[in-house]
């Protein structure tokens, strides 16, 4: 049972260059989340889905998309990259949306140029 | 205004001692809150779930105030093992269902 788990851990971009996060979790949960992290800043939510097929805008949603076609993997893809999402992405999954424990990915070090 | 705030310390403790993190939210309608536990660079898990009644696991205990709108981490007897960034979590219905994570307090606890 691995969890949570995140691909890639590291990556450098340069402006205007795209590329997909993929988070994947073994534990049939139905929900889904996408976070970034920056100094300061305390976690934010980029977006997030309730289930398979279903994805919604989080807090900070601008400048980023995700996909959920299956149930286990959640896709966060950045489409021209801006050096203002220079951060680290963290993906969580959870059972049931209020009141739940989130189980976290080990995150993606994401540096843009 | 922060929908959670956390004094980012740092909190430097010795073994042994007994440390207390308030968080405030701002959201009236916040109906469930938590308290995770992020060591660096690694990923935030949880430590605990905060109920109206307060609760306790071990050396950890939790408290919530509605009325101030605030919450609270107790831990007592700090061991090494407890030097970690703290996340106050606040889920509010109102706003689409959405967590809201502080910043974080820091504690490093010193033999």
């Known amino acids: 049972n691995a969890g949570v788990t995140q691909t890639p851990k590291f990556r450098v971009l340069k402006t205007g260059q795209s590329m997909t996060l993929l988070c994947a979790q073994d534990?049939?949960?139905?929900?889904m989340y996408w976070y970034r992290q920056d100094p300061g800043m305390g976690l934010r939510l980029i977006h997030y889905?309730?289930?398979?097929?279903?994805?919604a805008k989080g807090e900070v949603p601008d400048g980023y998309n995700v996909s959920r076609l299956k149930k286990q993997n959640f896709l966060l893809g950045l489409e021209s990259a801006a050096p203002s999402q220079t951060s680290v992405y963290f993906c969580?999954?959870?059972?049931?949306?209020?009141?739940?424990?989130?189980?976290f990915g080990p995150g993606t070090r994401l540096t843009v140029l | 205004r922060k929908e959670v705030e956390q004094d980012p310390g740092p909190f430097n403790v010795p073994e042994g001692a007994t440390v207390a993190f308030n968080c405030t939210y701002s959201?009236?309608?916040?109906?469930?809150f938590f308290w995770y536990r992020q060591d660096c660079r690694k990923e935030p898990k949880l430590l605990m779930s905060v109920y109206s009644s307060g609760n306790e696991d071990g050396r950890f205990t939790a408290q919530l105030n509605r009325a101030s709108q605030y919450i609270s981490l107790l831990i007592r007897d700090s061991k090494l093992s407890d030097s970690a960034t703290y996340l106050c979590?606040?889920?509010?219905?109102?706003?689409?269902?959405?967590?809201?994570f502080g910043t974080g307090t820091s504690l490093t606890v010193i033999p």
């Open positions: 534990m049939n949960h139905e929900y």
């Open positions: 969580a999954s959870s059972v049931r949306w209020r009141g739940d424990t989130q189980y």
């Open positions: 889905s309730v289930g398979e097929g279903t994805t």
């Open positions: 979590v606040v889920n509010t219905a109102n706003t689409g269902n959405q967590f809201y």
């Open positions: 959201n009236s309608a916040s109906q469930s």
